[in-house]
């Protein structure tokens, strides 16, 4: 079957959503930020983190017989390139949507992550996912590669958490290694990864 890498189109987006959504419904940060509201809330959130990296960062994709299976979304060094007030406008329709609980609970988890990342131009992961029924095939692999290789280019490191220790071996297969980590109020631990330029590729 067809396999191919490229670059998130707008259609790709209810897709996108759908992977991502069933994903993360047992990553540990996820658990923290909804707990038994996941379902009503997780897609309101990673709908905001998408169209964030669709308007002002990069998003990947592989699709296998024309079927979006994975999806890496990512931020460009200094972040995304929207205007901060375009950036407050697609928070506040997040945050608006599910409420000041879980508003402070994700304002409090970046304000714990936030100085942890690399102090100078970086790269950053801020979602990865692989459709759950098609894991194991190397679906999270092909949409890792395309960010880290403009890492190397531009000669800079990259950067991201997870709440999921199991994933912490798979990204030091490509030359991440953990350089902190924390604990959340609730015991939900989260390590974060970083990665030179030049490393490897998987």
Not at 10 to 33: K, M, N, S, W, Y
């Amino acid at each position: 079957m067809t396999r191919l890498v490229r670059p998130a189109s707008p259609g790709d987006r209810e897709r996108i959503l759908d992977v991502v959504e069933a994903a993360f419904v047992t990553e540990p940060a996820f658990g923290h930020f909804f707990g038994a509201d996941y379902g009503d809330h997780a897609r309101t959130f990673l709908a905001f983190l998408l169209d964030l990296r669709v308007l002002g960062g990069q998003v990947w994709v592989e699709e296998m017989g024309g079927v979006v299976v994975s999806a890496s979304l990512w931020d460009p060094p200094g972040g995304p390139t929207l205007g901060a007030d375009q950036q407050q406008a697609l928070w506040r329709t997040a945050a608006d949507a599910f409420g000041p609980v879980i508003e402070a609970r994700l304002d409090t988890y970046e304000e714990a992550v936030h100085d942890l990342a690399p102090t100078g131009p970086h790269y950053y992961l801020g979602v990865i996912a692989s459709d759950p029924s098609a894991r194991g095939r190397g679906h999270g692999a092909a949409v890792l590669r395309p960010g880290l290789e403009a890492a190397d280019t531009a000669g800079l490191e990259t950067y991201l958490e997870t709440g999921t220790e199991a994933n912490v071996g798979f990204y030091e297969r490509f030359g991440f290694a953990v350089s902190s980590e924390i604990t959340l109020d609730d015991a939900t631990r989260i390590w974060c990864l970083t990665r030179p330029p030049a490393a490897a590729l998987g």
